[in-house]
């Protein structure tokens, strides 16, 4: 099984961030990439989640986080998304794309199985909440795994619209400890 002793020194050493230390220190990528990762038009969060295939090669699938002031979170159902996420908690997410231009959110890092049952009762009240109009249950959602995403790099991209050749990009990434 692969551990964080596994990877490259520079990977170890990089501290990770919560989305609040996000927003507290650059909210200026935190508020208009919350605005892109819950679309109005879906009123969930809608995301790309990239995980590390067993062979050492992306994957990339569709998925809801949750995001609240303590972090990014998702419920993960059984498969390959979450079997990748248990091996080897590296990441990349990226919001969904617009329909007025090529605006992003881009994060990278590390996940993590949540196991603290006030955290989990949290995430399940959120995730139902967030879906009310389809009528789910606790039970809908007892096999799903909670996972936090904790942040290393965050990109916001802006655009003038689809095709614009100068996008701008705010990037930010956790503190290296000393």
């Not at 989640?49 to 419920?75: K, N, Q, W, Y």
Request: charged share 20%; aromatic share 8%.
């Amino acid at each position: 099984m692969w551990t964080l002793q596994d990877a490259p020194l520079s990977t170890r050493l990089r501290r990770m961030a919560t989305w609040a230390q996000l927003l507290e220190r650059r909210p200026d990528i935190a508020e208009p990439g919350l605005r892109l990762l819950y679309p109005t038009y879906a009123g969930v969060g809608l995301a790309y989640l990239s995980t590390v295939r067993l062979d050492g090669g992306p994957r990339v699938h569709p998925m809801c986080p949750i995001i609240t002031e303590g972090g990014v979170f998702a419920l993960i159902v059984a498969g390959p998304k979450r079997n990748d996420l248990v091996r080897d908690g590296r990441y990349a997410m990226h919001s969904f794309p617009t329909d007025a231009n090529e605006d992003g959110i881009y994060l990278t890092g590390r996940a993590t199985a949540v196991e603290v049952q006030a955290m989990l009762d949290l995430l399940v009240t959120e995730f139902l909440e967030e879906r009310q109009a389809l009528g789910l249950t606790k039970a809908d959602v007892s096999s799903q795994v909670p996972f936090a995403f904790d942040i290393d790099t965050a990109m916001l991209t802006r655009t003038t619209g689809h095709g614009d050749p100068h996008p701008q990009h705010l990037i930010w990434h956790a503190e290296i400890p000393e």
